[in-house]
């Protein structure tokens, strides 16, 4: 946890403002994502490109082939180990484009979002509610029908998406906070004490005395499928990104880019030589 935070923290995301969105779909689809991982790529492309096209129209100076620059995480237990299969997305908080500097080479530019209020979110997770539901019908998990229905349930119909947790650009505490959080295992080491000579439980601080109990039965049933958290980088910070302008193939390690800052192609190839990035 504490490692994969800091190197994000250091190598991968620039200091630029961080927001967290995290997405959870009904019960119903969530026993199809939890083995799927074909499924759960579909329903995280699904959600960074209507969260990609928010912040596009957020983003003052952006044009459409702006992108964004994200780290998911797929958790899949809650904080009881409870299965709740849902998404946490570290997504910089505006887009990137292709700009060109002075000397007209290319760079990019970061255009940052404002005015991002809960009514922007309610509309993305209504775009994403259609699209996730439409997609589980297409791969014959629901039928039409259940999809309706699902479609037409009341109060975002299972689905949940969250946008309030943000840190800003100049905040490296509070990003390396946020990605501990997000990397963080289902339960601590420091956590699990001895109950009695075959039973090791999780006490958490203020948990009732019932609760160990019942935490501690679901540990080694479930532990071979939670020791760690799915973590991917993905937009601009992918390693296999598409480029934006021309000075190579997407950005994966930490660079010095403020709102609106541009810099040339020679610059990016100079600083993937200097972190020791060869492409090839």
Known sequence: MVETAAHLSDHVLPPLPLRQWVLAVPKRLRYFLHDDAVLQGVVVRILLRAIERCLREHSPGSSAAARLGAVVFIHRFGSALNTHFHFHCCIIDGVFAAGYAVDAAAGVV?????????????????????????????????????????????????????ASVRSAGADRAGRERLLRYCARPPFALEHLHQHDAELDIAQRSGMGPHRPHCTGCRIRSTYHLVRRNFCRALGTLGWSAQPVGNFGSGLDQAWPLRAGERRSADFFEEWKVNIGIDRG
């Open 110 to 162: 970061f255009h940052a979002a404002s005015g991002l209020a809960a009514a922007a979110v309610t509309t993305v997770q209504a775009q994403v509610r259609q699209r996730v539901l439409r997609a589980f019908i297409r791969h014959g998990l629901l039928d039409q029908r259940a999809g309706n229905q699902m479609g037409g349930w009341a109060h975002g119909g299972g689905f949940a998406l969250d």
